[in-house]
């Protein structure tokens, strides 16, 4: 049993402030024990809470590495087998190969010794056969001299038929013109030949053979456009070439527009250092000779053949397009647009630098217009059937889908007819170049068209010969003076009457009589 401390002044009697104060003191070291004991606790509490959190998160830590362990174990397996696998394959697919390798070896080996074979029967069978082609070579060669002899003789007789029927419509029509008086009526002589035998129901033979003639040259040009494009394939710098020449040419087409020298940096000169259209053509002319076609291929008349720079064909192939796109695009709107055009076309045609052998190519051009065009050509058909709208050129929405709307077909012939005659009407008077496409052809297809069958007479022949003449009468006149004038009488008075019922298109092509006395003082 502990023994109260008592205090020192407890006793002294004369000091009791000594002795509380020294009671006090006791009193606040109890305390502040108490307290340090408390914080004691508390902190031992504490620590004990640390030590399992420690504890936990050791814990933890423990399994995330074992379980890190075991899954790097995991992928380390992983990728030894694969790579086991890779190599398994590898020495599989070197297996294979090797194997590939010694049968490519003795399919070789049996290829060479079957061609040793072969050259020696081959060398066997000449060796007999040496003497007897001799011989017969010696005969071929004396066949095809005769051959060719015979083919010039022929040609030449066609050259000379040809230039004598030319001769004759010249003269006939010169004969009619002196021999007709200005104040003639419409019922000349050459109206009545243009509408004699009104019941005629069958196409001039010589008109359709020579149509097929023209599209048997369309054929040929889609070949050679197949063919060029697959040899451009396996010539990158020929390709990049044709891809330069197409663009400059389509460039080039589209800018043609109306005035006096506005097209000169267009169809080019041989001075000009622009990429014109006469440029293109010259240098394709001459940058790649090979491969060729025959000449005969392209022209419709019997000419002694040779052979061509397929590319050089192929451009102006191109060209021709890019024209007739221009004519039904432009001048179906605007149809004097297409003087320029036609003016440009043929003087790139009748540039003596790319003439072949003094031959024009301007039938490239022409075999498109017996395409999209035939009724230039005196070809006709009914409107209401699918083979007559296929001989009218009524194009189609697309390969296969349907007809395309009446006033777009009539469009199409409107910019067709201005471009025609744009082409046929040049003069050349003056100029050091020959004509590729004489007037005469201009008069055949007027012609062709009023001598259509009355029963047969469409709203596309008369939109055409609308087309034609519109535009074109100062030069037709020019060209074949009063004749032309009793042409122009016959077609817009009475080859309308001729027409389907209520046609408009007859009520057009009948009120140009008035347009030409009103606007040009042109009396019919």
């Given at each position: 049993m502990a023994v109260a401390e008592v205090s020192p002044w407890k006793a002294a009697k004369d000091s009791p402030s000594r002795?509380?104060?020294?009671?006090?003191?006791?009193?606040?070291?109890?305390?502040?024990?108490?307290?340090?004991?408390?914080?004691?606790?508390?902190?031992?509490?504490?620590?004990?809470?640390?030590?399992?959190?420690?504890?936990?998160?050791?814990?933890?830590?423990?399994?995330?590495?074992?379980?890190?362990?075991?899954?790097?174990?995991?992928i380390e397996r992983d990728r030894q087998e694969a790579k086991a696998r890779r190599e398994a394959e590898h020495r599989q697919q070197e297996e294979r190969e090797r194997q590939a390798e010694e049968e490519r070896e003795r399919a070789a080996s049996q290829r060479a010794a079957t061609e040793r074979a072969e050259r020696a029967e081959r060398a066997a069978t000449q060796e007999r056969e040496s003497e007897q082609a001799r011989v017969k070579a010696?005969?071929?060669?004396?066949?095809?001299?005769?051959?060719?002899?015979?083919?010039?003789?022929?040609?030449?007789?066609?050259?000379?038929?040809?230039?004598?029927?030319?001769?004759?419509r010249e003269a006939a029509v010169a004969a009619a013109a002196r021999s007709t008086p200005r104040t003639q009526p419409a019922q000349s002589t050459i109206a009545q030949s243009v509408a004699s035998n009104p019941q005629r129901t069958r196409l001039d033979p010589e008109r359709e053979m020579e149509h097929q003639r023209y599209l048997e040259i369309h054929k040929t040009l889609k070949g050679l456009r197949h063919n060029m494009d697959q040899h451009a394939k396996q010539n990158a710098k020929l390709k990049a070439k044709m891809g330069d020449w197409r663009r400059g040419l389509r460039k080039s087409v589209g800018q043609l527009?109306?005035?006096?020298?506005?097209?000169?940096?267009?169809?080019?000169?041989?001075?000009s250092k622009n990429k014109a259209i006469w440029d293109t053509l010259a240098e394709a002319l001459t940058s790649f000779p090979e491969p060729k076609i025959p000449l005969a291929t392209l022209?419709?008349?019997?000419?002694?053949?040779?052979?061509?720079?397929?590319?050089?064909?192929?451009?102006?192939?191109?060209?021709?397009?890019?024209?007739?796109?221009?004519?039904?695009?432009?001048a179906a709107v605007s149809p004097t647009i297409a003087d320029p055009i036609g003016t440009a076309s043929v003087n790139v045609f009748a540039k003596n630098e790319i003439l072949v052998n003094g031959i024009s190519l301007i039938d490239i051009l022409i075999a498109k217009f017996h395409r999209v065009c035939p009724p230039l050509f005196g070809i006709y058909g009914s409107e209401s059937t699918e083979q007559g709208r296929e001989r009218l050129g009524w194009w189609r929405e697309g390969p296969g889908g349907p007809w395309i709307g009446i006033?777009?077909?009539?469009?199409?012939?409107?910019?067709?007819?201005?471009?025609?005659?744009?082409?046929?009407?040049?003069?050349?008077?003056?100029?050091?170049?020959?004509?590729?496409?004489?007037?005469?052809?201009?008069?055949?297809?007027?012609?062709g068209i009023l001598n259509v069958p009355a029963g047969q007479v469409t709203d596309t022949?008369?939109?055409?010969?609308?087309?034609?003449?519109?535009?074109?009468?100062?030069?037709?006149?020019?060209?074949?003076?009063?004749?032309?004038?009793?042409l122009m009488q016959f077609a817009v008075n009475e080859y309308?009457?001729?027409?389907?019922?209520?046609?408009?298109?007859?009520?057009?092509?009948?009120?140009?009589?008035?347009?030409?006395k009103k606007d040009k003082k042109l009396y019919l």
């Open positions: 002795q509380l104060l020294w009671e006090l003191s006791r009193l606040a070291l109890a305390e502040q024990e108490e307290s340090l004991e408390r914080l004691d606790q508390a902190c031992r509490e504490r620590g004990a809470v640390l030590k399992t959190a420690l504890d936990e998160a050791a814990a933890r830590h423990e399994k995330v590495r074992k379980d890190a362990e075991a899954e790097g174990a995991r010696e005969k071929d060669r004396q066949d095809a001299q005769n051959a060719k002899a015979k083919r010039e003789e022929e040609e030449a007789a066609g050259r000379r038929k040809a230039e004598e029927e030319r001769k004759a527009r109306e005035g006096r020298g506005a097209n000169i940096k267009q169809v080019g000169a041989p001075s022209i419709a008349r019997p000419i002694q053949d040779v052979q061509v720079p397929a590319l050089f064909v192929y451009l102006l192939n191109h060209f021709a397009k890019a024209v007739i796109a221009q004519f039904i695009k432009e006033q777009t077909h009539q469009d199409r012939m409107t910019g067709l007819g201005a471009g025609y005659a744009a082409i046929s009407l040049r003069n050349f008077e003056s100029s050091r170049m020959t004509n590729p496409y004489p007037p005469y052809h201009y008069w055949r297809a007027l012609t022949h008369l939109v055409l010969l609308r087309a034609l003449l519109a535009n074109s009468e100062a030069r037709f006149l020019m060209a074949y003076g009063e004749s032309a004038k009793q309308p009457k001729r027409a389907p019922k209520d046609s408009v298109a007859a009520t057009l092509l009948s009120n140009m009589g008035n347009t030409w």
